[in-house]
């Protein structure tokens, strides 16, 4: 009998099922929506309502700042902070600050070098290139990872490297992962890569742990406490060319390939934090083995500033999701929003609302086309009101936009795996970073205006005018956003 063809949201590669597994499939998509829903989990911070500031003194106490030899001293803290100021909105990184730390604890790191990655071949250039690079480990963390392609390369790499005597770790989401065959991961682990499947499906495979609905969205690459990456690219074919025009074939589908991602490389002590996030899941999954620690000096690598936001859909509220709500209600000069999956929900449509009706410049570039088409839909049911509002929209269509990134008034930028939508925000394990400051500011901004240059602007008479067919799709991809 012929294989089915079925395609898993966030990255999945088309390709063909056996009736077994496609079996599997369905009975995951079952149990995701009817598993009363998506966890009701509060997404909103109860310390102050999202868009305080607190004053200069109240965010001296609760803001920590790292360096390479641990917390910095008060001297080194006002050195740092100053210097990120000094690049530029100096009154509005600090007010900035104060909203971050009206929401709670601040730990940032100092000393770190950050460069943005535009698109898979990039991306998996540096990524490879540092894995070659290893000393003492590699860790990888992802909600897919193919079983061919790239992803194959990838391995080559990881066995090469556990063959040398270093500690290598994957770590991978049994739902993202699920068309991937089990022969792929059984050869790693039988080269020495310790391998770890993030909640599976048969919950006999990790008796008392089971969640179906909690999945592992991060990906993260750190290799010793030397490089790490983040963002929203996956171990998946999907980007094996880049997403320009020029770069793609002019018969491709953008469904098919060269997708739209941005991924974050970055160098320094925040490294070190985020391999403790990488550990903190691998033990809290039960992962086989132990992770070889580095012992080895971190040293600044640069100047910028940066903030690591890890959501998981325990907490009691999400970091990510608050940290976003208060800057865009504090935001007064821009909102710069690029977002894969946006159907975030009234209280964040009506922040971004409310800012462009006082003056804020709010732009978003959200995707033309999607693998997600209900959550496309959903995102397209809120356009009218934000239209109504003064925000100006902009749809990608010459590729399939997967980056998720913000940059609010120039001075607060971030880059991760969360979307806007109820999945990242109450359902999915996620992580972002935050860079202050101009310098970095600038340019997120930059590409920003790439990504709005190369999309379609959404004429608002022309969307009002737009057919029932569409609205009737719009009305139910938002009553089923949450389910899936």
């Known amino acids: 009998m012929r294989p089915v063809g079925l395609r898993l949201r966030c990255g999945r590669t088309m390709r063909p099922l056996s009736l077994r597994r496609l079996g599997s499939v369905v009975a995951v998509v079952v149990a995701l929506a009817g598993c009363s829903a998506v966890p009701k989990a509060p997404i909103s911070s109860t310390s102050a309502p999202p868009g305080t500031a607190l004053s200069g003194t109240a965010t001296a106490a609760r803001v920590t700042v790292h ?3 641990g917390v910095a001293s008060s001297t080194a803290e ?19 600050l104060g909203v971050l730390a009206a929401q709670g604890e601040v730990d940032l790191y100092r000393g770190n070098a950050v460069r943005l990655l535009i698109d898979g071949p990039v991306t998996f250039g540096a990524m490879k290139a540092a894995i070659a690079r290893a000393k003492v480990r590699v860790m990888l963390e992802s909600y897919i990872v193919e079983d061919a392609g790239v992803a194959a390369e990838f391995a080559d790499l990881l ?7 270093l500690s290598v770790a994957l770590l991978y989401d049994a739902v993202g992962s699920l068309a991937s065959d089990t022969a792929f991961f059984d050869r790693l682990a039988a080269g020495g890569v310790a391998v770890c499947k993030f909640n599976p499906i048969n919950p006999l495979e990790r008796p008392g742990a089971w969640s179906i609905n909690h999945r592992d969205h991060r990906k993260l690459l750190v290799v010793d406490d030397e490089i790490a990456f983040t ?33 974050i490389e970055l160098r320094g002590p925040v490294v070190a934090a985020l391999a ?24 600044s690598a640069g100047q910028r500033v940066v903030q690591v936001l890890a959501s998981d859909p325990r907490d009691a509220s999400n970091r990510i999701y608050t940290t976003l709500l208060a800057a865009v209600r504090a935001s007064r000069v821009s909102v710069h929003l690029t977002m894969a999956y946006f159907a ?15 003056g804020v410049d709010v732009r978003l570039v959200l995707p033309g086309t999607s693998d997600a088409a209900l959550v496309l839909h959903a995102g397209r049911s809120y356009y009218s009101r934000m239209l109504d509002a003064g925000l100006k929209l902009y ?16 001075v607060l930028s971030t880059v991760g795996s969360s979307n806007m939508d109820w999945r990242s925000f109450v359902a999915n394990s996620e992580i972002n970073v935050v860079v202050l400051g101009d310098d970095f500011g600038q340019q997120v901004e930059a590409l920003f205006e790439r990504d709005a240059a190369a999309s379609k602007r959404i004429d608002g008479p022309a969307w009002a005018g737009r057919p ?6 719009e009305g139910v991809g938002r009553a089923l956003e949450s389910l899936l």
């Open 67 to 69: 360096g390479p030899q």
């Open 78 to 96: 006002a050195a740092t902070l100053g210097a990120v100021r000094a690049e530029g909105r100096a009154a509005l990184l600090t007010h900035h």
């Open 159 to 165: 066995l090469r490297k556990a063959s040398q005597g």
């Open 231 to 263: 963002g929203g690219i996956n171990i998946s074919q999907v980007y094996s060319s880049g997403s320009s025009r020029r770069a793609r074939p002019r018969s491709a589908d953008p469904l098919e390939d060269g997708w739209r991602d941005t991924q």
């Open 276 to 299: 403790r996030s990488f550990s903190a899941t691998w033990a809290e999954q039960g992962c086989p083995g132990t992770l070889a620690p580095v012992n080895v000096p971190v040293a």
């Open 344 to 358: 975030p929900g009234d209280e964040m449509v009506q922040a971004l609302c409310d800012a462009a009706r006082r």
């Open 395 to 410: 749809e990608m269509e010459h590729a399939n936009l997967h980056a998720k990134t913000a940059v609010i008034d120039g």
């Open 468 to 473: 029932l067919r569409q609205r009737l799709l």
